[in-house]
């Protein structure tokens, strides 16, 4: 049987209508029509789009009111996540969010993110917010960080929070993006190595493989260069990592803004492309991490291979 690569779903990208700078005079989102010429060079159907709305995520963020009016404007190429912050309301670890995060279900969000607070996964505000998106059903996608001066949830080497976390709260799935996420799928990770880009093959004992074998719970996103580079430094290793966890991985991106079209990250979809032509991943997990898992979770219908 031939191979036709399928049209997949990027679980996580950013936009804004406006072309807007969004941290310096040159950097800014790509709009959606920007962001949907990208798509084409690289074979995604559909897109899912993230608000930003934590102060720490940038100068210029995107609220959920605007993200819903793109979908609304490209109802067959966009999805959403809705986003709010533990601080938000009351500040107080007794903020009741359900009623707005039921507004946004009712609105078509099928998750919540990307998390970009600065503070613990252990905090206070943070345990309650999860506590809530678990009573709901509403997966959530975050970006982890160091204490002051970055962006993310915050954890330390090892993710000791977001093991607490998964145990505390098994009701509630997390998706894991980011640098300090994906550094830990090798067991030599270091201090020195996890806010970067390691290199060199995939050393056995890391931390992510132990928790999402252990934690059903735990998901995780190949977007930026932080998930593309997990998998293209030892490509041994990522197709048995993909056919392992098929389940529970989604294809992404993170463009944030047009220039990314040269990114190396882009280079996700032909990589997956090629190990299932080539046989190193079956016709199953491709599929699934592809856009499969991503249709489940949009609640999509299944538009499979077409061959």
């Known amino acids: 049987m031939s191979f036709r690569p399928v049209e997949k779903i990027d679980l996580h990208v950013h936009t804004?209508?406006?072309?807007?700078?969004?941290g310096s005079a040159e950097a800014r989102y790509a709009t959606p029509e920007e962001l949907l010429a990208i798509y084409e060079t690289i074979g995604v159907g559909r897109g899912v789009l993230l608000p930003e709305i934590a102060v720490e995520g940038g100068f210029v963020l995107s609220s959920n009111y605007e993200i819903w009016q793109v979908v609304q404007k490209y109802p067959d190429r966009f999805s959403w996540f809705c986003n709010v912050d533990p601080r938000q309301g009351t500040n107080s670890p007794e903020t009741?969010?359900?009623?707005?995060l039921r507004q946004c279900m009712a609105f078509g969000a099928k998750g919540l993110g990307e998390m970009c607070y600065n503070l613990p996964f252990t905090d206070p505000m943070c345990r309650n917010l999860f506590r809530q998106l678990g009573e709901l059903g509403l997966s959530a996608i975050?970006?982890?960080g160091n204490p002051g001066g970055d962006y993310g949830v915050v954890d330390s080497l090892g993710l000791p929070g977001l093991e607490r976390t998964l145990a505390d709260f098994p009701d509630f799935c997390l998706i894991g993006h980011s640098q300090k996420f994906w550094a830990e799928i090798s067991g030599d990770v270091t201090e020195s190595v996890r806010d970067g880009y390691p290199t060199g093959k995939v050393v056995p004992g890391g931390r992510l493989p132990e928790l999402m074998r252990t934690y059903p719970n735990l998901r995780a996103d190949l977007s930026a260069g932080s998930g593309y580079n997990a998998l293209a430094r030892d490509p041994e290793h990522a197709w048995e990592f993909l056919e392992e966890f098929k389940d529970r991985l989604y294809f992404g991106t993170d463009i944030c803004d047009p220039r990314n079209i040269t990114s190396p990250m882009l280079k996700l979809s032909a990589f997956l492309d090629d190990a299932c032509a080539n046989g190193r991943i079956s016709r199953e997990a491709y599929y699934k991490i592809s856009r499969g898992n991503a249709e489940k979770l949009l609640g999509l219908e299944p538009a499979g291979f077409g061959d």
Do not use: Q
Request: proline content about 7%; glycine content about 0%.
């Open 16 to 22: 804004s209508e406006s072309k807007w700078f969004s």
């Open 96 to 100: 009741d969010f359900r009623p707005f």
């Open 142 to 144: 975050f970006h982890i």
